[in-house]
């Protein structure tokens, strides 16, 4: 079946703008995660959705980063205000939410903020 | 809190040799899993193998395989008769294992390897 989906694959905004990031799960999958990348670093957990629970944001780096996630499907990721040390790659995963899980990720969205 | 260190930024391997990167982890947790991801260019995070830490027998899959040493808290990963496709870049990650708490991965900084002609 479909893997993991993220878009845009690539976002160049200016520093102050807000930005909207999409990931759309697979299918069925109950969890649903995501992770900053900065370069050459490893990943960084941000916020963690399970089913109908309130969400794990204890990875958000400040008040400026939220993110929603609509049943057991899309999430978005919002930076508003964006500044230079957001520049990342954002990376999603999602996964069957079971202790046993293992995480599928997308192909990430790099940002880049100028 | 839990760690996760991989103490080689890069390694190099000849086509057909075997390559071994190392990863510690740091945790008091007795439950939980273990995981090598590798990240080519692409970006795309694609699972390697994984390692259950109740299980006393090593994972392998096809080439790739672990050496786990739960008392060491060391999980290596080999690669075998290494072909160029393997170049990536390589992340080891632990989870914790307990329902009903989060699991977010924990990553390493990644070890870069190249696989030469």
């Known amino acids: 079946g479909a893997g993991v989906s993220q878009s845009p694959s690539n976002k160049v905004t200016e520093k102050g703008k807000d930005v909207e990031l999409r990931c759309d799960p697979i299918?069925?999958?109950?969890?649903l995660y995501w992770y900053r990348q900065r370069l050459g670093q490893g990943l960084e957990f941000l916020i963690y959705?399970?089913?109908?629970?309130?969400?794990?944001k204890s990875g958000l780096p400040s008040d400026r980063f939220s993110a929603e996630r609509t049943g057991e499907s899309v999430s978005t990721l919002t930076i508003q205000r964006t500044q230079q040390e957001d520049s990342a790659v954002y990376l999603c995963?999602?996964?069957?939410?079971?202790?046993?899980?293992?995480?599928?990720f997308g192909p990430g969205t790099r940002l880049l903020v100028l | 809190a839990q760690t996760v260190t991989q103490s080689q930024p890069e390694m190099s391997v000849q086509e057909a040799e075997t390559v071994t990167l190392s990863c510690t982890y740091d945790?008091?947790?007795?439950?939980?899993?273990l995981f090598w991801y590798k990240q080519p260019p692409s970006r795309q995070m694609i699972l390697v193998i994984r390692?259950?830490?109740?299980?006393?027998q090593n994972a392998t899959e096809n080439r790739f395989s672990v050496n786990f040493q739960k008392a060491a808290k060391s999980f290596s990963l080999k690669i075998s008769d290494s072909q160029l496709g393997d170049a990536a870049m390589y992340f080891c990650?632990?989870?914790?294992?307990?329902?009903?708490?989060?699991?977010?991965?924990?990553f390493g900084s990644g070890t870069q390897l190249t696989v030469l002609p």
């Open positions: 995963a999602s996964s069957t939410g079971t202790s046993a899980e293992t995480q599928y």
């Open positions: 299918s069925g999958h109950t969890a």
């Open positions: 959705f399970q089913g109908n629970s309130a969400p794990d």
């Open positions: 945790t008091s947790e007795s439950d939980y899993y």
């Open positions: 390692q259950e830490a109740y299980k006393q």
């Open positions: 990650a632990y989870r914790r294992g307990l329902s009903g708490s989060a699991r977010q991965l924990t």
